[in-house]
């Protein structure tokens, strides 16, 4: 994945995500998917990015 591409539509600060874009506080992929572990979620709390994965500490430099 190229981590200099930034989608600006999807604004993202979890920078210990591999698809973190180098560039800013951006999800570096063209989309993404929300979900919930929860059975009926009421809180943003139970909301989660599953387009996490987890990335090298020092992808960006």
């Keep these: 994945m190229?981590?200099?591409n930034m989608n600006s539509k999807i604004e993202c600060t979890v920078t210990q995500c591999a698809n973190h874009s180098c560039e800013g506080n951006y999800c570096a992929l063209e989309?993404?998917?929300v979900g919930s572990h929860e059975q009926n979620?009421?809180?943003i709390q139970c909301t989660d990015c599953e387009s996490f994965v987890?990335?090298?500490k020092n992808q960006c430099k």
């Design 54 to 56: 987890l990335g090298d």
């Design 41 to 43: 979620p009421t809180m």
């Design 31 to 33: 989309r993404i998917r």
């Design 2 to 4: 190229d981590k200099t």
